[in-house]
């Protein structure tokens, strides 16, 4: 697997996804299976190892039911 430079957006989705996955009592493969993807590279995302395209910061906050945008922003406890 190609692994690239980490940024603190990155970051800020990692937590933001395991956050949201913890207050819905979602497993990764739950999560993985909502949003139509992988779970080996959710798991990478949720490490921040792995980048996520625009189309699957899509599919994640679908599954959700937020926007892309509440997955990339910072709260206060980060």
């Known amino acids: ?12 989705l990692a937590r933001n996804m395991r956050l949201l996955r913890a207050e819905r009592g979602w497993s990764q493969e739950f999560l993985a299976a909502e949003a139509g993807l992988n779970r080996t590279y959710l798991s990478a995302v949720e490490r921040s ?8 910061l899509y599919k994640v906050a679908k599954a959700f ?14």
């Open 49 to 56: 190892e792995q980048n996520m395209s625009i189309d699957n």
């Open 1 to 12: 697997m190609k692994r690239t430079v980490k940024s603190p957006l990155r970051d800020v």
């Open 65 to 78: 039911g937020v926007s892309a945008g509440d997955l990339l922003k910072e709260t206060e406890a980060g």
